[in-house]
């Protein structure tokens, strides 16, 4: 009950892949997060195949293959396509189970909710696509410091003005093309 309430409150899914039966065991979690009512479709690896973005697929299969052979911690951000045709993030982590001879027989792990922070992230890199546009196409010089003062960004128009590389502002040495006046 306590593993159960721990995976509901996280919105976690937990999996469990037999490779010599083929057997696949989801939680109820496991199913809402594809999309599904629980018990809705035996879950297989087929079928889970079906449910990934056909644009992710191959990366992860091949994830997968590698952290069984290297007998890593299998860790995968991919897009889910819910029966209704949407598309929804999930970060998936895992590992392998191996006999007495090293041989792979198992993969365990969960798979996490993650559509909402996975939209924020997107939403933040096309918004600093579309501010690095404007600041190498602005006709002022542009720099960012941090909260120490370090100069951490110049646009192509400060070098312009100061006749120094970027490198050249990296850090506090962005004072030093500052005239004394």
């Not at 899914?13 to 109820?28: L, M, P, R, Y």
Request: charged fraction near 25%.
């Amino acid at each position: 009950e306590q593993r159960r309430l721990a995976l509901d409150l996280t919105n976690t899914g937990s999996w469990d892949w037999d490779f010599a039966t083929g057997a696949v065991c989801w939680s109820e979690q496991t199913y809402r997060l594809a999309g599904l009512m629980p018990g809705e479709v035996e879950p297989t690896y087929p079928f889970w195949r079906t449910l990934v973005h056909p644009e992710d697929l191959e990366r992860l299969e091949a994830a997968v293959a590698f952290h069984l052979e290297q007998r890593t911690f299998y860790e995968e951000e991919y897009r889910v396509v819910y029966p209704d045709g949407s598309v929804h993030w999930v970060l998936s982590k895992g590992h392998g189970i191996y006999d007495e001879t090293g041989q792979a027989v198992r993969m365990v792990g969960i798979t996490l909710d993650i559509h909402d922070r996975k939209l924020t992230e997107i939403a933040l890199e096309e918004s600093q696509r579309r501010y690095a546009s404007l600041t190498r196409a602005a006709p002022v010089a542009i720099f960012w410091l941090d909260v120490d003062g370090q100069c951490t960004y110049v646009n192509p128009r400060w070098s312009e003005m100061t006749g120094q590389p970027a490198s050249a502002a990296r850090g506090t040495d962005w004072l030093q093309t500052i005239h004394p006046d």
